[in-house]
């Protein structure tokens, strides 16, 4: 039952949050677009009109133009990114594989991350890669050929290589998330320049600790310095190898309880970024290689179902978890397998949870202000503008019923006129009248 609810992703994914939240702030930032288009072709049409509009509303409104269009670009881009940090070999590249459920990044011996590694998604059905500071992509046809590439560069352990992985493969990478993985925390004392350059836009850290051994200087002290550059940072601490702990079964409890108590003393104690109930939520005991051994059988086990499953429709109709577990992994797990995988998948939905409402906040937030703040400065432009053409309005009003009245004046004036002067008129004609019969009578 929960291999079916908690294993298959759906729409009901918190990453859907971030998801939902980008589409909904990219179309209105659309709308912005075409207020602010519709806006400068309006202003446009009348900026020979001095009278109406200064040069200085012009230039101010077309800047707007520019601004929107970077923030577009910007938030077309936007996305979650957690970053994975601790000693080598504590299983950072293996966690992301089993996160991603596919051997993408290169483990193991032999295959030190000597370079920080981004995966995120890309559109086409082939991956690829790309070093820092060049645009040429290099096919990845497969895990050992990636490890190689990777070898023949001649990498620092600051530089960045950026793995393409087709999101038709991983529901992660579909959903914006980008994986990084890092030099281990021991090899470098370059840590100031690490957190700079790719840290500082990372919503979510996840300490990958070793549960045979107790947590290190260099891990703290890597998270003492990422917590003076950000606030309350969001770190998740997974103490991995737990599968270990299945060969002293007897110790299991009391050494739980030590690093439980350890790591949540670290992240509410000495870090200060949550309360010890919170710091409680954000500790696990998994086992990343067993995680990522069973999904890549699950996996195989979808394709090729017919003979092991042959009572079932597919794997996930197995409602028996020992029916899934006898199929996936033939019983070659070490005991207590279960309770790592659930704590696993326990992990990825608080997880999932967490990166999505950072990235929200932390990556929409600033856009949104911006997005108002355009909005309310354009729109008062256009109201001084109208404002100033209503002025103008009455004042024409006012001169035209000046002239109005004044040719009223003269009508009235010529009117009264006009009829003085027929009067004149008729009293000359009769006194000429008057005069020439006068005449002629004598
Ligand atoms: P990284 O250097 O931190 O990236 O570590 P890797 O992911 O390369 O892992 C180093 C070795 O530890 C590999 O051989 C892994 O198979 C192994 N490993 C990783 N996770 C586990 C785990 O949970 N249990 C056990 N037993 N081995 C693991």
């Not at 109406?52 to 269009?69: C, L, P, R, S, T």
């Not at 993985?181 to 021991?186: I, M, N, R």
């Not at 092991?308 to 029916?323: F, L, P, Q, W």
């Not at 103008?392 to 009003?397: G, R, S, T």
């Amino acid at each position: 039952k929960q291999i079916r609810t908690n294993d298959i992703r759906t729409e009901n994914s918190p990453l859907q949050i971030f998801v939902k939240a980008k589409k909904k702030i990219n179309d209105i930032f659309l709308e912005i677009d075409d207020y602010v288009d519709d806006t400068v072709r309006f202003i446009d049409s009348l900026k020979d009109d001095h009278k109406i509009i200064a040069q200085e509303e012009v230039q101010k409104v077309e800047a707007y133009k520019d601004k929107v269009q970077g923030i577009r670009y910007v938030l077309k881009r936007d996305h979650m990114k957690v970053a994975f940090f601790g000693r080598t070999s504590n299983g950072k590249s293996t966690v992301i594989n089993a996160m991603l459920r596919d051997k993408i990044l290169p483990s193991g011996i032999g295959h030190t991350t000597n370079c920080f590694l981004q995966v995120e998604g890309s559109d086409g059905e082939e991956p690829y890669l790309m070093t820092e500071g060049s645009d040429i992509k290099q096919p990845v046809q497969s895990v050992g050929q990636l490890g190689h590439a990777l070898c023949k560069e001649k990498l620092c352990e600051s530089n960045l290589v950026r793995i393409f992985w087709p999101k038709s493969k991983c529901l992660l990478l579909r959903d914006d998330v980008v994986f990084v993985d890092s030099p281990g925390v021991d090899v470098t004392p370059n840590l100031d320049e690490w957190i700079d350059k790719h840290c500082l836009d990372a919503d979510v850290f996840v300490l990958v600790a070793n549960a045979e051994s107790t947590l290190m200087l260099a891990e703290k002290n890597f998270f003492h310095k990422v917590s003076t550059k950000l606030s309350k940072p969001n770190i998740f601490i997974l103490n991995n190898r737990w599968d270990a702990s299945a060969s002293e079964p007897e110790f299991l409890d009391e050494v739980r309880a030590q690093h439980q108590d350890r790591a949540v003393d670290f992240l509410a104690r000495e870090l200060r970024v949550y309360n010890t109930k919170d710091a409680e939520e954000r500790v696990f005991f998994v086992s990343a290689k067993e995680t990522l051994q069973a999904r890549l059988k699950e996996q195989k086990g979808e394709s090729a179902h017919s003979k092991s499953t042959a009572k079932h429709e597919n794997i996930y109709e197995m409602t028996n978890y020992s029916d899934w577990l006898n199929f996936s992994l033939g019983g070659a797990l070490a005991e207590g397998f279960q309770n790592r995988y659930f704590e696993f998948q326990d992990f990825e939905r608080k997880f999932e949870e967490c990166i999505s409402k950072s990235a929200v906040k932390t990556k929409f937030e600033q856009h949104t202000q911006r997005g108002k703040h355009i909005s309310t400065e354009i729109r008062q432009t256009l109201n001084e503008i109208l404002d100033r053409t209503q002025k103008m309005k009455a004042e024409q009003m006012n001169a035209q019923k000046e002239v109005r009245d004044r040719l009223n004046f003269t009508e009235q004036q010529l009117i009264l006129l006009t009829q003085e002067m027929k009067d004149k008129i008729h009293r000359m004609v009769e006194d000429v009248e008057q005069r020439v019969s006068k005449a002629l009578n004598e």
